[in-house]
Nanobody, 120 residues
Framework: DVQLVESGGGAVQAGESLRLSCKIS??????MGWFREAPGKQREGVAS???????TYADSVKGRFTISQDNAKNTVYLQMNSLKPEDAAMYYC?????????????????WGQGTQVTVS
């Protein structure tokens, strides 16, 4: 089994930055992803990274968000710069055992509880 615990959310103003962290414990997985869900909207993929460092980003965050990992700490990060009001959402960390890259939520096997990001 895999356990995921997110942290780092908060309230910021537009243009500011936040770094989210996802602590992973349990079995290893191939892909880790960050997703977000705003009120009234479907959950959407933001970024993913595999154990070898390959990354994928949603077009809406390219150039502003960076996903990274520290394997020694079993932690995945999402650095979010130049935040916009439309980035406000609950952000979730997820893990996927499958081999291919995807930002489709249904393709992920394990989920954290989420951390709230508010941008005004």
């Amino acid at each position: 089994d895999v356990q995921l615990v997110e942290s780092g959310g908060g309230a910021v103003q537009a243009g500011e930055s936040l770094r989210l962290s996802c602590k992973i414990s349990g079995s290893s997985t191939r892909w880790m992803g960050w997703f977000r869900e705003a009120p009234g909207k479907q959950r959407e993929g933001v970024a993913s990274i595999d154990r070898f460092g390959s990354t994928t980003y949603a077009d809406s965050v390219k150039g502003r968000f960076t996903i990274s990992q520290d394997n020694a700490k079993n932690t995945v990060y999402l650095q979010m710069n130049s935040l916009k009001p439309e980035d406000a959402a609950m952000y979730y960390c997820a893990a996927r055992r499958g081999l291919s890259s995807t930002l489709t939520p249904a393709e992920y096997d394990y989920w954290g509880q989420g951390t709230q990001v508010t941008v005004s």
